[in-house]
Nanobody, 120 residues
């Protein structure tokens, strides 16, 4: 069973950048696809991006394409979400999640989330 912990959230002005990290422990990290999801205030959780076990396959939501990029370093048991050109609508709690296969709606293991707030 893998445990996940997000970091890197914070307050940033519109147009700024943040890099989120998702550190994994307790399992063989390279056995898992990892995704990022977010939950804006008062809204349902939504898919942001996902990366395959080896990092060769990536998908992202239309709303973040060209602005956000997902990557992973299996040697460091870490997945990253680089977020550029942030907008107020990107404000949300961001969660990383892991599963044996790429998923777009739900995954088996979840972190506790990190808050990202974008001011206008």
């Amino acid at each position: 069973q893998v445990q996940l912990e997000e970091s890197g959230g914070g307050l940033v002005q519109a147009g700024g950048s943040l890099r989120l990290s998702c550190a994994a422990s307790g399992g063989t990290f390279s056995n898992y696809a990892v995704g990022w999801f977010r939950q804006p205030p008062g809204k349902a959780r939504e898919f942001v991006a996902v990366i395959s076990k080896g990092g060769g396959i990536k998908y992202s939501a239309d709303s973040v394409k060209g602005r956000f990029s997902i990557s992973r370093d299996n040697a460091k048991n870490t997945v990253y979400l680089q977020m550029n050109s942030l907008q107020p609508e990107d404000t949300a709690v961001y969660y990383c999640a892991a599963d044996a296969a790429i998923q777009f709606h739900d995954m088996e293991y979840w972190g506790k989330g990190t808050q990202v707030t974008v001011s206008s």
